[in-house]
């Protein structure tokens, strides 16, 4: 699998504040690392339920829109999609790389109208990924 322009929703730690925005991954391209852009509407389509950093954990829990148009492209929830869960760093208006290769995709495609997330752990981590 490839990133290539994905619609990315983060739940990220900056500066001690939890959110939830909306991003891009930008197609790859062999002469630039891989790269991400936060949506100048970052918080396009999704509802911040509840967000938390508490024991060393972070949870986000929202809501996103089923169909989303993002810079010309149509990314609509109603189709199966591969799930990526990744860990990384963000900054204030991007998050990076995937640090240390920490990341992992779902086996099939999902059917998000069925799937609700309750909890994933990562054993590499040996922790709760929530």
Not at 28 to 47: F, M, Q, W
Not at 68 to 79: Q, V
């Amino acid at each position: 699998m490839r990133m290539n322009n994905d619609s990315v929703t983060e739940c990220v730690i900056y500066n001690g504040q939890v959110d939830v925005f909306q991003s891009q991954n930008l197609p790859d391209d062999p002469d630039v690392i891989k790269r991400n852009r936060r949506l100048t509407e970052n918080k396009l389509g999704i509802s911040v339920q509840n967000v938390a950093y508490e024991e060393g954990k972070l949870y986000c829990q929202f809501v996103r829109e089923g169909v989303l148009d993002i810079n010309g492209i149509t990314f609509d929830l109603s189709y199966d999609y591969y799930l990526l869960l990744a860990a990384g760093y963000a900054t204030s208006t991007m998050i990076r790389e995937h640090a240390d290769g920490i990341a992992g995709i779902s086996l099939d495609r999902i059917d998000l109208d069925q799937y609700q997330a309750q909890r994933i752990v990562d054993p590499r981590l040996r922790r709760q990924v929530e």
